[in-house]
């Protein structure tokens, strides 16, 4: 029997104008556990397992996200999967604006190809991901680590790595509620008008200097939005008042991770502590629990350990 650890970051995508393009990965995992077993072994074809945070919301059967990834890897190989336990450890919360779906996605793709004999190269995991997932910002971090810009459609893409700063710190406040990425994306607006198009593409492009330079005066305007964050941010109670308290404590800005509702500040090392307790007090006087926690850029990606028994 063989056995595949495969460890998948957690991701916040946007960054702010960075809309649907781009996304870092952070120091939080899920891991996922791939046993193929005999099919005399078993009664059924699969077998699921749930441990962490929040596992009972999991689907164990085969509508599992993971499972259909790592299904839909052996049926572009043409090959039909193996009889397989799996056993899943959550890190994080889901429907949080973490890239919970795209550690699914990734960990389910990348253990069936370990599995299957790494016959897919990285490339071609990055294209199915993006094909399942619908965009690339958050499967491409995951995959790879770092901050990640995707560009291109279709087939065609190209990812360019962004250097981070190692004293840019992100910390995250992921409140006790969720907020679907169907329901996130439905109040977005279908057209926008040239000056925002160009307000977005002007700070996009200063947020990867500050980025890598380690400028917090130009992160204060770089992390500001038009396209999304104006409509989300109504759909998260005390959006505001987080981020009034993140920047008086010491934040350059603050964004909406992903589609939401956790919410991320960019802040220094000096800071960092003092930020994070800030949100999280400023979210408790709105009724809200909040875990908040100060985070680094997971530079690995997805890792794997295979184990043979």
Known sequence: MSEIKVTVPATSANLGPGFDCLGTALTLYN????????????????????????????????????????????????KKPPHVQIEIHLGFPLARGLGSSATAIVGGLVGANQLAGNPLSTQELIKLAIAIEGHPDNVVPALLGNCQLSVGQDENWQFCQIDWHENIIPVVAIPDFELSTEEARSVLPDKVSRSEAIYNVSRLGLLLQALQNDRGDWLQIAMEDKLHQPYRQTLIKGYEVVKSAAISSGAYGMVISGAGPTLLALTNLTQAEVVTHSMKEAWKTQGVEAKVISLRVDTQGTKTLQIQA
């Open 31 to 78: 891991q996922f556990t791939f046993s193929s077993i005999e099919p005399a072994e078993v009664e059924t074809e699969m077998k699921i397992a749930v441990t962490g945070v929040e596992a009972q919301k999991l689907s164990t059967n085969k509508s599992n996200l993971l499972y259909q990834s790592f299904t839909k890897l052996y049926q572009y190989l043409g």
